[in-house]
């Protein structure tokens, strides 16, 4: 079976083969309870194994492993950012995303786990198969080995069907990337008991709730390719204008406002249009922050806080530990804005600079930002998009959920997802750094690295579950 059909007949799958909806629901609730999990955040001092160096104030571990909270000086003349330091997590290992797919009675299905993350709200979320940092699957921890891992590393024991290094959040991390990836095998798999089979239209159906699958599940999804539905599995679909433009915007021979050339033209001149500098700064000379015994935080209470916490968790392969965490002021938002062009749905991305991005920009939804910063800014300086979005009417929304951000790194980090269908009367007009794209090209340009945002995956994610 080739990986597109595979992955589409999966993804129409609404009732899982292996597990059912309410077997999955009952097992979620269960695992909430089946280990001892406790987070509180302690002072900086409290924590084991990690400290401020003397001389730069960088936040580090004693192993040097792991990563480490230094300073980060941006210079820009671009006329929405100017020029800024901030703390910044440097991770410069690159992590694995794992899915391993087997077929059940002809239905490919996904194996996930419940985990627990320090920083999840509800502490456990479906989890990638592997999801894990180089330091912590090479037992520097010194705790128990990886479940899964085997399959992702080598001799490799299945069929790869998507592979690519892709970024972490630009805003919080420096040039940071994992491993996505999703192995196909054939042979039987032990079952774990925080472990489950579940279909690709089941977790689409998890993604309509707040919460519950998890960042890194979210992006490894947003990597898989699927084929436009035909014959009888098109006829299953609600025929409204909606789906049957988003069923085209999947197909590589329908019409798109730009060719992948131009794309690609586009985002390599907004590389080049600004200037873009960084420099390592010593966290202790970062101008605006301040460190207390139990944060670092801005002068003005916006962005984030870097804070310490103490974990407990039965079903980790490290049960007791501390670490930093980055723990972002107020619910952050993300939208994309959709519309149909000549019957096929094209979404408007944003070539948005931040500051860990790998190559300068990335593109972005057509609206990301946490309110509370920009509540005092002038009019000309607000995000674009952002009354339009706000404003929306509740017919105009596709989708509309809270999800988590990474658990690993980020404290009760939450941004509300929207995809808000604006209706063919709506300009195809584009600003200078943003353009209309279909579901296609922004699935090819996911065979690479370094193109789509953490957060337009996540969203890229949810649109797949509208149709």
């Given at each position: 079976m080739m990986p597109t059909r595979g992955f589409t007949i999966s993804a129409h799958a609404l009732t899982?083969?292996?597990?059912?909806?309410?077997?999955?629901?009952?097992?979620?609730?269960?695992?909430?309870?089946?280990n001892r999990f406790e987070v509180r955040q302690i002072e900086f001092g409290d924590m084991d194994g990690w400290?401020?160096?003397?001389?730069?104030?960088?936040?580090?571990?004693?192993?040097?492993?792991?990563?480490?909270?230094?300073?980060?000086?941006?210079?820009?003349?671009?006329?929405?950012?100017?020029?800024?330091?901030?703390?910044?997590?440097?991770?410069?290992?690159?992590?694995?995303?794992?899915?391993?797919?087997?077929?059940?009675?002809?239905?490919?299905h996904c194996l996930l786990q419940a985990k627990m993350e320090p920083g999840n709200l509800n502490t456990i979320q479906l989890s990638p198969t592997v999801q894990a940092t180089r330091s912590n699957y090479t037992r520097v921890h010194g705790g128990r080995q990886t479940p899964y891992l085997e399959y992702f590393t080598g001799p490799r024991r299945g069929r790869v069907l998507v592979d690519s290094n892709q970024s972490e959040q630009g805003s919080w991390f420096l040039s940071k990337r994992n491993r996505n990836v999703v192995v196909e095998v054939t042979e039987d798999v032990p079952l774990l008991d925080n472990f489950r089979w579940v279909t690709i239209g089941q977790l689409h159906r998890l993604l309509q709730q707040d919460n519950t699958v998890n960042m890194d599940t979210r992006t490894v999804l947003a990597c898989i390719?699927?084929?436009?539905?035909?014959?009888?599995?098109?006829?299953?679909?609600?025929?409204?204008?909606?789906?049957?433009a988003l069923v085209g915007s999947?197909?590589?021979?329908?019409?798109?406002?730009?060719?992948?050339?131009?794309?690609?033209?586009w985002l390599t001149e907004t590389k080049a249009r600004h200037l873009f500098v960084r420099r390592y700064v010593p966290l202790g000379s970062v101008r605006g922050w301040h460190r207390s015994a139990a944060d670092i935080s801005h002068e003005q209470g916006k962005y984030f806080k870097v804070v310490a916490v103490?974990?407990?968790?039965?079903?980790?392969?490290?049960?007791?530990?501390?670490?930093?965490?980055?723990?972002?002021?107020?619910?952050?938002?993300?939208?994309?804005?959709?519309?149909?062009?000549?019957?096929v749905l094209h979404v408007l991305m944003h070539a948005r600079l931040l500051a860990g991005c790998l190559d300068v920009v990335e593109l972005a939804p057509t609206l990301q930002h946490n309110p509370g910063n920009s509540a005092d800014l002038p009019a000309d300086r607000r995000p674009r998009f952002l009354d339009l979005v706000a404003g929306a009417a509740p017919e105009q929304i596709r989708y509309d959920a809270v999800q988590s951000e990474e658990g690993g790194r980020f404290h009760h980090a939450r941004t509300r997802h929207q995809i808000i269908d604006v209706g063919e009367d709506f300009p195809t007009d584009e600003p200078e750094e943003y353009r209309w794209m279909t579901v296609r090209q922004l699935t090819e340009l996911l065979r690479h690295s370094s193109y789509l945002n953490i957060e337009a995956r996540s969203l890229l994610a949810a649109l797949h579950t509208t149709w």
């Open positions: 899982g083969t292996v597990t059912s909806d309410e077997s999955l629901a009952a097992w979620l609730e269960e695992q909430k309870h089946a400290h401020f160096e003397p001389d730069s104030g960088d936040l580090v571990h004693r192993t040097g492993r792991f990563f480490r909270v230094e300073g980060l000086q941006v210079t820009t003349d671009h006329p929405d950012h100017g020029s800024w330091m901030q703390p910044i997590l440097n991770q410069p290992e690159i992590g694995l995303l794992g899915i391993v797919m087997r077929s059940f009675d002809g239905v490919p390719p699927f084929e436009p539905p035909n014959g009888g599995r098109r006829a299953e679909l609600d025929g409204g204008a909606y789906r049957e999947l197909a590589a021979d329908q019409f798109s406002l730009h060719g992948m050339d131009q794309v690609l033209g103490d974990v407990t968790a039965g079903n980790r392969e490290v049960t007791r530990w501390t670490q930093p965490m980055f723990a972002p002021v107020g619910q952050g938002r993300v939208a994309f804005l959709v519309r149909s062009i000549k019957g």
